[in-house]
């Protein structure tokens, strides 16, 4: 019986030259995490990065930095040793002399389905996919009052197509308290099975510091693919460094009348 997991992870950072970050994994079959979770149970996973970046000529006046990536993610079944997923994603990443920063990518899967794959009102059945995306991410220069992020992917999605779009901006009303949000868009047509389906999330995360000690922050979202708002709410307390105490709220509600019946 095996209840171990191990990972080993080299990695070396750099803006200028060559820049690697070489990670393996391997959680056992009956591995259990405790107060955290495993996205899937029982398998092997390696990751290479590669990077190579180059600083511009003084005569740049656009560009402070860029260069290319390669990631490849392998994942194994520990039992048996089939292959479960492979993805590479090619990459060019930039960041300006004004502090905005992005990254273009191509991302090539491979996805072995053993079961079927239930999305809202759609399937993807069992079977070997292999797919290709394009995608676009932008972050506008840390430090003003007003940041984003926006992530764009669009390709194709098992045997079907999808296009998803993610905005994630945040607003430092003052030294003591911010307010952040996200909008995510998902929309998926596999037209050979005659099934698609557009998915909306949105939240709202605001942040108050009260002192050194003090905080309160507070997380709600609303899902259209389940009908309902998910609220979170924490207060902590921190006395001295290492010492945490806090307070926790959590509440599901749901916008579908219709969803039990009677």
Not at 199 to 219: A, E, R, V
Request: charged share 20%.
């Amino acid at each position: 019986v095996d209840h171990s997991r191990i990972m080993v992870r080299w990695e070396r950072r750099t803006h200028k030259g060559l820049a690697y970050d070489l990670l393996f994994v391997r959680s056992g079959i009956d591995y259990n995490p405790g107060i955290g979770f495993e996205m899937i149970d029982s398998y092997r996973a390696f990751r290479p990065m590669i990077k190579y970046g180059w600083l511009p000529e003084n005569y740049n006046t656009v560009l402070r930095r860029h260069g290319l990536s390669q990631t490849v993610l392998f994942l194994n079944s520990t039992v048996d040793g089939d292959l479960m997923t492979i993805r590479s994603m090619t990459g060019w990443e930039f960041e300006t002399r004004k502090g905005l920063s992005g990254m273009i990518s191509t991302i090539w899967s491979r996805e072995e389905v053993q079961d079927s794959i239930d999305f809202t009102q759609a399937q993807a059945p069992p079977g070997s996919y292999k797919f290709l995306a394009c995608s676009l991410m932008l972050v506008t220069p840390a430090g003003r009052k007003v940041q984003s992020v926006l992530i764009s992917e669009a390709g194709q999605f098992y045997d079907g197509l999808k296009f998803s779009l993610m905005m994630m901006p945040q607003i430092n009303l003052s030294p003591s308290f911010n307010l952040s949000g996200t909008y995510r868009f998902d929309h998926v047509d596999f037209s050979d099975r005659n099934q698609s389906f557009s998915n909306h999330i949105i939240g709202i995360k605001p942040f108050l510091m009260l002192s050194t000690k003090f905080s309160i922050s507070s997380f709600i979202q609303y899902n259209t693919a389940i009908d309902a708002f998910i609220i979170n709410g924490r207060f902590r307390y921190n006395p001295r460094e290492g010492n945490d105490f806090y307070i926790v709220y959590n509440e599901g509600l749901n916008t579908d009348l219709y969803r039990e019946t009677p």
